[in-house]
């Protein structure tokens, strides 16, 4: 089970609090996305969830455990960035395996992950090549890869598909909702894309400023903005 609670989370920065107070209860397998502005304190929510950040006060509830001084290494998350970070010397295979190396699982196990993984992401046939040689589109695939092959009841998506082109995006957001569907996990996502938010998620939370601004059903958030920053932002175009 790995519903995610977070109760009055704060973040400050010496004087300056970027999260505010966040209440927000994410259901197991749930695939929720955090929307809104640059700088309006999404990736910290993220990275605070991931254990990359201290909670400043309130309780981050992952399960039923309360997580806030559990180091990350120790949460059953894994998580994909927009840079994908691929270790630039290692074969696509080798990024994938990396991971389970470390933590001295059992190689035909190993083997067994990552072939899977490949097959399901429709790499198999690149996990020979270096990472320079992949095109964006696929060294993301690489990247998600990374994180499946852990089967974390977790993943945490911060931008993912921010620095492929525009059609790529739009092949991206399909296979990462069928990848949703398909691994039993709970996602949270994070974008400023609201188009993104509005195809792939189950929940949208709208923040602005540090704080929600509303959490509903993409229709929902539509049909009924609950203020005007939620109406501009979503009906903004690109
Ligand atoms: P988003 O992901 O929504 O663009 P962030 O969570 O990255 O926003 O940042 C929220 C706010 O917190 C921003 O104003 C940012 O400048 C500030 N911030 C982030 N990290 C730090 C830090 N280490 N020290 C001080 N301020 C920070
Ligand atoms: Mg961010």
């Known amino acids: 089970m790995a519903s995610i609670t977070l109760d009055k989370l704060n973040k400050t920065y010496g004087a300056l609090t970027v999260v505010h107070d966040i209440d927000l209860t994410i259901a197991d397998k749930e695939f929720i996305i955090l929307v809104g502005p640059s700088g309006c304190g999404k990736s910290t929510t993220l990275r605070m969830i991931a254990g990359l950040e201290e909670v400043s006060s309130g309780d981050l509830v992952i399960g039923d455990t309360i997580v806030n001084d559990v180091p990350s290494k120790d949460r059953d998350i894994a998580m994909v960035f927009q840079n994908y ?40 046939h690149l996990l020979n090549r270096k990472p320079k040689a992949l095109s964006g589109g696929q060294r993301q695939r690489v990247a998600l890869g990374r994180a499946m092959v852990r ?34 996990a709970t996602f949270v996502y994070v974008t400023h894309d609201q188009i993104e938010a509005m195809t792939m998620a189950d929940r949208i939370v709208v923040m602005n400023d540090g704080r929600i601004q509303q959490v509903a059903p993409p229709q929902e958030l539509y049909d009924n903005p609950a203020n005007l920053f939620v109406a501009g932002f979503i009906g903004a175009p690109r």
């Open 85 to 124: 970070a691929l270790y630039p010397h290692m074969t696509v295979y080798k990024n994938m395996a990396f991971g389970l190396e470390l933590r001295r699982a059992d190689r035909d196990e190993i083997d067994r992950k990552v072939r899977d993984a490949a097959e399901v992401l429709d790499i198999t």
């Open 151 to 184: 089967s974390p009841e977790v993943f945490l998506l911060d931008e993912p598909l921010s620095n492929l082109d525009a059609k790529l995006r739009a092949v991206m957001r399909a296979e990462i909702t069928k990848l949703h569907r398909k691994l039993d």
